[in-house]
């Protein structure tokens, strides 16, 4: 497990408390919230299983917890595909959207998944205090993110782009954005590992240090939440070695 691994690297972990309902609000529509307790949706992606409602708030309650603490929240399911009325893509209730929303702070919000995070730029779309970036592999699900437009930076790569591409990119993007930010929020997802079978780009678990450098760099106050990755093997290592570039790059982690 991912939390044992970094345990072992001296890493603490605190136990967030499930969101409630006004914080799920906050971002979402009472249908929704009402679907996702009584399981009334169906989604291919999205099972129905038992206690649903506690874990999908519980990992909203871990981005709320990170955004305090600057911190990472490693709980699932992901966010990032759920959007104000929908949800989607393994994704219930949008956790780095509900954390950011509750902040009130001018935010950028970068999203490393290797897919598009709908639900996020959907929510927070013409949002003055907001800019989403998001670089994910193009034509893939959910087939959005093809192009950038009001507050969202959208940067489709090939598929096995690289290191070098993928860093290129991604300070193009930060060039882009500008510096104008109260905190910075990762949608962390490592499913761009070379040998993730869902949306590869080509990386090495070296390069998510650069990654965490590049983001560091901005040196603002950063949390950030787990989204994808479905290699398990490479999921403590790749996260070790984000953290690792975070800090020396600047980023103000940690309490």
Avoid: W
Avoid at 41 to 52: A, E, I
Avoid at 159 to 167: A, D, H, I, S
Avoid at 205 to 225: A, E
């Amino acid at each position: 497990m991912l939390k044992d691994y970094l345990e072992r690297l001296g890493f603490s972990f605190r136990e967030p408390e499930p969101a409630r309902d006004e914080e799920i609000l906050s971002v979402h529509t009472p249908d929704l919230l009402r679907r996702v307790k009584t399981g009334d949706f169906y989604d291919p992606d999205c099972p129905v299983y038992p206690n649903l409602e506690f874990h999908a708030k519980l990992a909203v309650g871990g981005a709320i917890l990170a955004q305090k603490v600057h911190g990472f929240s490693i709980l699932r399911p992901p966010g990032h595909h759920a959007g104000p009325d929908f949800l989607g893509g393994f994704c219930y209730f949008n956790n780095i959207a509900v954390a950011v929303r509750l902040s009130g702070k001018k935010t950028l919000i970068v999203d490393i998944d290797g897919h598009h995070g709908n639900g996020t730029e959907a929510i927070f779309l013409d949002d003055p205090k907001i800019t989403y970036v998001s670089l994910h592999r193009m034509y893939n699900y959910p087939g959005t993110g093809h192009r950038s437009y009001a507050n969202a930076i959208n940067v489709p790569l090939p598929p096995r782009c690289g290191r070098e591409k993928y860093v290129e990119a991604l300070e193009g993007a930060l060039e882009q954005a500008g510096r104008d930010y109260e905190e910075l929020a990762i949608s962390v997802g490592f499913d761009t590992y070379k040998d993730d079978p869902l949306a590869s780009l080509g990386l090495e678990v070296s390069d998510y240090y650069d990654i965490g450098y590049v983001l560091g760099s901005l040196k603002l106050p950063t949390f950030c939440v787990l989204e994808g990755g479905y290699v398990p093997e490479i999921m403590g290592p790749a996260a070790q070695a984000f953290i690792a570039g975070l800090k020396e790059g600047g980023a103000i982690t940690g309490p």
